[in-house]
């Protein structure tokens, strides 16, 4: 079960919540789903293994995708058209340069009214948009931490309305 750490407030402070498997990283998503509006821009952040495609995964089943959701290493970009969006899922981890963003044409995602969800975003820098909301996946003790930030005011209210999905769920003090 997703146990929140610390919930996001009005004032943009960031939503926290241990992760303690990869169903509890799906629920999450799921959770996520329920608040993405047209043209968000995410940004997904942590290390090889953390459960980015995990996350992008349930973000999908929760849009009603029941199709096979794979990483984009290799293809940089995954599109679906799911439910009520379109959702482009990259994955710029191969990048050697930010310029390959370019040359790859893909300003035009970037544009629209798509939901992007991007893996390594430091790896297009500085060429990518900035997020309207960030997720950090992290280790901790037993499983995962994600944190949560609303950079822009549709990532706040994202980061808010998040909150109120998961209100349900068990508050813990943050694990070692």
């Not at 407030?9 to 996520?32: C, F, I, P, V, Y």
């Not at 293994?49 to 995964?57: F, P």
């Not at 379109?86 to 995602?109: I, K, Q, V």
């Amino acid at each position: 079960m997703i146990e929140l750490i610390q919930a996001a407030d009005d004032s943009g402070a960031r939503l926290q919540a241990h992760l303690a498997d990869e169903k509890d990283t799906e629920t999450l998503g799921s959770a996520l789903a329920t608040v993405l509006s047209p043209g968000l821009q995410i940004w997904l952040e942590g290390n090889l293994g953390m459960g980015k495609t995990t996350l992008t995964r349930g973000v999908l089943r929760g849009l009603g995708h029941e199709g096979k959701v794979k990483s984009p290493t290799y293809t940089l970009i995954e599109p679906y058209v799911v439910s009520r969006l379109d959702l482009y899922h990259f994955d710029f981890y191969r990048f050697n340069s930010p310029d390959e963003y370019l040359d790859a044409g893909l300003d035009e995602y970037f544009a629209g009214e798509g939901v992007c969800m991007v893996e390594w975003p430091d790896k297009a820098a500085p060429y990518l948009p900035p997020p309207d909301l960030e997720v950090r996946l992290s280790p901790a003790a037993g499983g995962r931490r994600a944190e949560i930030f609303g950079h822009t005011e549709a990532g706040l209210r994202c980061a808010n309305e998040m909150n109120k999905a998961l209100e349900g769920a068990p508050r813990a003090s943050a694990p070692d």
